[in-house]
Structure formats: C-alpha cells, structure tokens
T-cell receptor, first 113, second 114 residues
C-alpha cells in the first residue's frame, strides 16, 4: 500500500474553508485516494474519493495534483461539527482483492468558533 | 437499514475471560470487515469476509481471535483468554461489491480488559 503523510493537527475558523493536505508520493497508477473522517466515539465516515480528476460532493472537494503525489481535501464552509480526525488513505488490494483500508494517524482538525 | 450496527457498545471484562462482539451490516452488503483501533491510532485491519467466506486475516489476528459470518449476514468476533493488550475499539464495516463508494462503519465496540 502506498503510504500517506498528513500533518498531525490543524485549526480552522468556523465558516472558513478548511484545506487538509496529504502526500502520497509512492501512489501507483491504479490506486485511488480516499478520505474518511472520524468524529469522537464514532466509526470512520466516508467523505470522498478520486483517481486523477478533482471531485466534489455534498460534503467536500478533493483536489489531486497532476502527478498524483499529493492531494487536498477542502471543506468549503467549516462548521463546529466538522471537528474530527481526517484520514487520507490510498486504497490497497490484497491477493484476495479485499480492498482493505490502511489508516495512518490522520489530521486532527479543530474548528474554532 | 439505517447503517451498520455493533453490539455491545462497551464491554468491560476481566483478563482471561472470553468476549464476543456482534456486527449487523447493511443487509445488501456482501463484504464485511473488522478493524481494531487503539487510542491515538487509526483503525487497523483484522479480517475480511465476502459473503460467508473469510478470505483474509491480518497477522494481528492471533489464535485467540476468531470471526465468523454464518449465512453471509451478521458477523461475530470472539476473543478468547483476553489480555490487557486487547483493550481497544473494535470496528465493523460493510460494503456492497467493490469498495469504490466507501465503506459504512459501525460505531464500534469499546473493549476494556481489567
């Protein structure tokens, strides 16, 4: 599995855009970039994923660089409920094709009122 | 279905006792995963089922751990002779088909071994 590197923590003011970076310089051509978040005492929640192109959904936008070695998750108007640990994951596959997720330690995002 | 359900939410047990956790995935999801999460760390993969077949087990899953998914529906994770190092959050996730649209995780079972 390609490894990812994220800053351990970030702060963002409520109502502003939160931009969470992730480096994945060893990503291979067929690997997707996934973002999950985990709010305290809950299981991880899927946010968005992408391969090459930028992606947007109702929760966030994902910007992937042209060389695919890094990406940025953007929460356009952060709210207090966005305070969570955010995980950037490059999806791996085993010999059995189980597509397990390999989590790092993520970025703890704190939204400041 | 409103999501992946895990029971119990919390379990405190004495060292050496056996414990069993249950996961009820979203009904149409054919793939089910167990992960373990210790404090300050991200979840770690334990094992994976496709329908009722257990297709992969992590090296983290020692002989004291066993998981089943009879009939490809709910799954159980049993830990025998618990040790203090087993204290963690045990998370279950399910997905239908290929995981291109993300897994749905349950809220987990927090195990404390005293």
């Amino acid at each position: 599995d390609a490894k990812t590197t994220q800053p351990p923590s970030m702060d963002c003011a409520e109502g502003r855009a939160a931009n969470l970076p992730c480096n994945h310089s060893t990503i291979s051509g067929n690997e997707y970039v996934y973002w999950y978040r985990q709010i305290h005492s809950q299981g991880p929640q899927y946010i968005i994923h992408g391969l090459k192109n930028n992606e947007t959904n109702e929760m966030a936008s994902l910007i992937i660089t042209e060389d695919r070695k890094s990406s940025t998750l953007i929460l356009p108007h952060a709210t207090l409920r966005d305070t969570a640990v955010y995980y950037c994951i490059v999806r791996g596959e085993s010999n059995f094709g189980n597509e397990k997720l390999t989590f790092g330690t993520g970025t703890r995002l704190t939204i400041i009122p | 279905d409103t999501g992946v359900s895990q029971n119990p939410r919390h379990k405190i047990t004495k060292r050496g006792q056996n414990v069993t956790f249950r996961c009820d995935p979203i009904s149409e999801h054919n793939r089910l995963y167990w992960y373990r999460q210790t404090l300050g760390q991200g979840p770690e993969f334990l094992t994976y089922f496709q329908n009722e077949a257990q297709l992969e087990k992590s090296r983290l899953l020692s002989d004291r751990f066993s998981a089943e998914r009879p009939k490809g529906s709910f799954s159980t994770l049993e830990i025998q002779r618990t040790e203090q190092g087993d204290s963690a959050m045990y998370l279950c996730a399910s997905v239908y088909g290929r995981a291109n649209y993300g897994y749905t995780f349950g809220s987990g079972t927090r195990l404390t071994v005293v």
